[in-house]
C-alpha cells in the first residue's frame, strides 16, 4: 500500500513566502487593500510577481493571523471587522494589556525597561509623530506595547497578544488612529506607563494601561463610525 508524503515546504519557497508575507501584512495594515476587499491568487501573483506555491504559504499565514478570511461562495477577502466586534477586540486587549503592564512593573529587568526607553526616545526622533503617523506603523521589537507584554514575561499572555491578536489591533491601531492629536497623547501616557513599571508600582502600571487602550477604544470606534457613515452617504449618492 502506497502512502502519500506530506508536502514539502522548500527553503526558496519558505523565503519567497516570508517576503510576500511582510508586503501583504503591510498593505493591509495601512489600508491600501482596503477592509472587505476581495483578494485572488491570480491578482496577487500578477501584483507581487510571486508563484502559486509560495503564494498560497503567505496567505496561510495571513489567514492564521486573522488579517484575511475565507467566505463561502466569495473567496478570500481582507478581514472587516463590524463595529460590535472592533468594541469586542480593544475591550479583550484592554483587559489583557493592562494585565500585561501590571505583571510588566513585577518582571521587567532593567534592561528591557531601558530598551523601552530607546523606543520612545526613537519615536521623539521621527518627525512624522508630529502629522499623527509614526506611533501606530512600527512593528514587534519597535511597538510599544509589544515590547511591554514581553516584559511581563507571561507565555500564555504573548501568545495572545503578540501572535493571535497582534497584527489585527495593529490594523485598528493604524487605519483609525494615526491622526488628529491621539499620536502626541498617547506618546504622553506611554511615558507614564514606563514611569511606574520602573518604579515597581503594579497597581498604577495596570491603572493607567487600562486607561491609555481605553481612550484608544474610544477614539478608534469615533473614526470608525464617521468612515461607515462617510461610506454610507457616497453609496447614496
Known amino acids: 500500500m502506497n ?13 519567497l513566502a516570508e517576503r510576500v508575507f511582510h508586503q501583504l501584512q503591510d498593505a493591509i495594515v495601512r489600508g491600501e487593500l482596503a477592509p472587505g476587499s476581495k483578494i485572488t491568487e491570480p491578482g496577487l501573483s500578477k501584483t507581487y510577481g510571486i508563484s502559486r506555491g509560495p503564494l498560497r504559504e503567505a496567505m496561510r499565514r495571513l489567514e492564521a493571523h486573522r488579517l484575511i478570511e475565507r467566505v463561502p461562495h466569495v473567496g478570500a477577502r481582507v478581514v472587516k471587522l463590524s463595529m460590535k466586534e472592533l468594541l469586542e477586540l480593544f475591550d479583550v486587549r484592554e483587559a489583557l494589556e493592562s494585565m500585561a503592564a501590571r505583571l510588566a512593573a513585577q518582571n521587567m529587568t532593567r534592561e528591557e525597561i531601558a530598551g523601552l526607553r530607546e523606543v520612545l526616545a526613537l519615536h521623539e526622533r521621527q518627525a512624522d509623530l ?25 507565555r500564555m499572555l504573548m501568545t495572545m497578544l503578540c501572535d493571535d491578536l497582534y497584527y489585527l489591533v495593529r490594523l485598528y491601531r493604524t487605519q483609525f488612529s494615526a491622526s488628529g492629536t491621539r499620536p502626541q497623547r498617547a506618546f504622553v501616557e506611554h511615558h507614564r506607563i514606563v514611569d511606574a513599571i520602573e518604579a515597581g508600582d503594579a497597581e498604577l502600571a495596570e491603572l493607567l494601561m487600562r486607561r491609555h487602550v481605553s481612550a484608544s477604544r474610544a477614539n478608534v470606534a469615533d473614526r470608525y463610525a464617521a468612515t461607515l457613515k462617510q461610506q454610507q452617504a457616497e453609496e447614496t449618492v
Open 130 to 154: 508630529k502629522s499623527g503617523e509614526a506611533y501606530y506603523q512600527r512593528e514587534g521589537d519597535l511597538d510599544f506595547h509589544y515590547r511591554i507584554v514581553q516584559g511581563s514575561h507571561n
Open 3 to 15: 502512502s502519500v508524503a506530506p508536502e514539502q515546504t522548500s527553503p526558496e519557497v519558505r523565503t
